[in-house]
């Protein structure tokens, strides 16, 4: 059974720019979550994907978008990047249905400077 | 609007020592309550949720409807059990985590 995996692992980027991070879902699972999580908090539901449609999302501004594939892999991209964008981004992959346990990857450390 | 609150950034307790990590929660619905953990250098994991009501890794955690709350217990801890744990709250396909709670069990 593969794992969820992320990449890449770390990027530091300027305040402006455009990033794209990637993540492979674990082998199985059709749905995919990304989480927002800063120093000293718990990770924040940015959005969720099933069937390659935004299945969710939460209180994050449109330049927050993202991508599934039909392989189920994904893809978050912020756009005008801002310093408070500095974070762990978290990707995980679950079973469609409600609650259904997640599963997620390392993480991609994102640093705005 | 749903919120969860760890009021323990930090616990540290001796190998052997009963431990609780308290977790309350806010939520208009019929909530489903889950703990996961990370370890140092690795992911963040399922440890349990109240549906299950199993336990594991000797943990368990009921879910008191009218307090509010969904603390995790163990009555003998572990050095191993050190860790950082998060309880969360799941509704529309979305967790909503607490801070996390830091445990520390010394030798």
């Known amino acids: 059974e ?9 990027l530091i980027k300027t305040r402006g720019q455009q990033v794209t991070l990637r993540c492979s879902s674990q ?5 995919v979550s990304w989480y927002q999580q800063a120093l000293g908090q718990g990770p924040q539901f940015i959005f969720q994907y099933y069937r390659e449609e935004e299945n969710g999302r939460g209180n994050f501004p449109p ?8 392989n189920y892999s994904s893809e978050l ?10 974070a762990l981004y978290l990707c995980a992959s679950s079973l469609v249905g409600d609650n259904s346990p997640l599963h997620f990857g390392n993480g991609t450390r994102l640093t705005v400077t | ?54 336990s594991i ?22 050095e191993e059990d050190s860790a950082m744990y998060y309880c969360a709250l799941g509704s529309n396909y979305k967790l909503t985590f607490g801070k996390g709670t830091l445990l520390t069990v010394n030798p």
């Open chain 1, 2 to 10: 593969t794992g969820v995996t992320q990449s890449p692992t770390h």
């Open chain 1, 27 to 31: 082998s199985g699972h059709n749905t």
């Open chain 1, 77 to 86: 991209n912020v756009n005008a990047l801002e310093l408070d964008d500095s």
């Open chain 2, 57 to 78: 890794k000797g943990f368990t955690a009921d879910l008191n409807k009218g307090e509010t709350s969904f603390h995790l217990k163990k009555p003998f801890a572990q």
């Open chain 2, 1 to 54: 609007a749903q919120r969860v609150t760890q009021p323990e950034k930090l616990l540290s307790v001796f190998k052997g020592a009963p431990v609780e990590l308290k977790c309350n929660y806010s939520y208009s619905g019929s909530p489903e309550l889950f703990w996961y953990v990370q370890y140092s250098r690795q992911r963040l994991q399922l440890l349990l949720r109240h549906i299950s009501r199993e």
């Open chain 1, 63 to 70: 330049r927050f978008s993202g991508l599934q594939f039909p």
